[in-house]
């Protein structure tokens, strides 16, 4: 028998907080790590309870989480963030079969199944946000890391099925790189940036890293051209 709140273990208390979310039927629901707490038949449970409201009552599911299973069994897109900021956003398939970000990389690199053999890691710390290093949050812990990472901070810029390559050499011409929504020599001025991409929405498949010339901001374009 449970009498006070200060009694309920942490799973009763998460799921007494999904219970007070959905009990006004929202229309959009922000999900905080839901799943935090439960054991993995409640976590089941919860998540087939979001994803019949999302398919029968058509409700907007936000999830945010670390666990990148639930992502990709219950998440349409996904938006990773380092440090803050957004620094890839697309199709839930497309980011884990071919991510394009270094940061994407080394976290599914990460994780473990029961193939693994080897454990694998991402070095260093995250930044300190009361103090963020120039240019590229990431760069200290990036394996792809060259000059113009440390000056240059990325936006958002569109990736395709010609997009450029991560494994691209650091040494060579960024201006010269071709983008995967504009033929090499177009005028990256005109390109979009993260708060305004192609197209007016957020329905293309985007990437921050100077590895992809789209993510240039527009000072930098002007001081390459």
Known sequence: RVDYPHEFSGGMRQRIMIALGLVLQPSVIVADEP?????????????????RLRYEEHV???????????????????AVMYAGRIVEIGPVEQIFED????YTQGLLESVISIDTTELSSID???PDLVDPPKGCRYA?????RFEDCDTIDPVLGEVGRERA???????????????ASEPAGGDLRERA????PAGGDLTDWQAACLLHE????????????
């Open 60 to 78: 907007g599911l936000l999830l945010i989480t670390h666990n990148l299973g639930i992502v990709a069994e219950t998440c349409d897109r996904v």
């Open 35 to 51: 799943t935090t707490s439960l054991d993995v038949i409640v976590e089941a449970q919860i998540l087939d309870l979001l994803d």
């Open 214 to 225: 789209t993510a240039y901001p527009r000072q930098a374009a002007e001081a390459a051209s």
């Open 124 to 126: 260093g710390a995250p």
């Open 165 to 179: 390559s991560a494994s691209e050499p650091a040494g060579g011409d960024l201006r010269e790189r071709a983008s």
């Open 140 to 144: 200290p812990r990036c394996p792809e």
């Open 193 to 196: 940036s993260a708060s305004e």
């Open 99 to 102: 991510p394009q970000h270094p």
